[in-house]
């Protein structure tokens, strides 16, 4: 990776946060005989469309793993709300500019490097205030599991909405037979951002559908920004919980 200019193409921040409720520590679990964060890292690192990698943290332990397996981080404000607002606070520290800012959630250590670059290539030529991947639903527990968030799409593959509910509703018709009569996506918490767009969300404060659904990404959304969808069929299992990372441990 190029690391010598200032002005760079995309640069990818890792918000990793030690004290998560549902699974403190999160980041330093075992999986396999690495980290989940490292697992992250090392799929960023693998990108070929990046210029620089780095991991945001609020966590003295969490930054002196990144030091043993050699990873640049940036310690950030325990007081961060989110994973978007830690991304800009290290992006600001960086000291930086760059035409891609990408968010790459800590938790998904299944990540594969294609679609980091397949990411950075589509908001590059997309009008799109942020670009953001979507899967493809073929079960019903996933499209009634609301852990799961599901994304309706507009004709262009832009987002129309995205909920932890069902989305659309389809009436009239059993939700076990939902799938056979309409496509169901959910949504990968993957995000890249034209500055301008990352600036913009810690401006704006949290709207009442993001604290309704408590997701971030609705607090741009219900500010008007375009994300644009890309479909993948990169099997990803994110860590919420110990169970999840059972489950990783097991596709490992």
């Not at 520290?93 to 035409?99: C, H, Q, R, W």
């Not at 037979?177 to 969300?201: D, E, M, T, V």
Request: glycine residues 4%.
């Amino acid at each position: 990776m190029n690391n010598k200019s200032n002005n760079l193409r995309a640069v990818a921040i890792i918000p990793a946060r030690y004290g998560s409720t549902r699974f403190p520590g999160k980041p330093l679990v075992d999986l396999k005989g690495k980290s989940l964060i490292a697992r992250v890292w090392e799929a960023a690192m693998n990108a070929t469309t990046l210029n620089k990698v780095v991991v945001a943290t609020d966590d003295e332990r969490i930054a002196r793993h990144c030091e043993q397996i050699g990873a640049d981080y940036i310690l950030t404000s325990s007081e961060i709300l989110t994973g978007t607002d830690r991304v800009e606070a290290a992006y600001r520290a960086l000291g930086v500019t760059s035409d891609v800012i990408l968010n790459i959630q800590g938790d998904e250590p299944l990540l594969e490097s294609t679609l980091i670059d397949q990411l950075v290539v589509a908001i590059e030529n997309s009008s799109a205030d942020v670009a953001t991947p979507i899967k493809k639903i073929n079960s019903i527990e996933e499209l009634v599991n609301p852990t799961i968030v599901k994304v309706a799409l507009r004709n262009d593959m832009t987002a129309l909405y995205f909920s932890r509910s069902t989305i659309p509703h389809f009436r009239g018709i059993d939700k076990e037979f939902w799938l056979s009569h309409y496509q169901y996506w959910k949504h990968i918490g993957l995000y890249a951002y034209r500055p301008k767009a990352l600036k913009r969300f810690v401006e704006l404060k949290q709207s009442p559908l993001e604290i309704a659904e408590s997701l971030e990404q609705l607090r741009l959304f219900a500010d008007g920004a375009v994300f644009q969808c890309i479909e993948t069929d990169c099997e990803l299992i994110a860590v919420d919980t110990p169970e999840d990372a059972d489950k990783v441990r097991k596709f490992l």
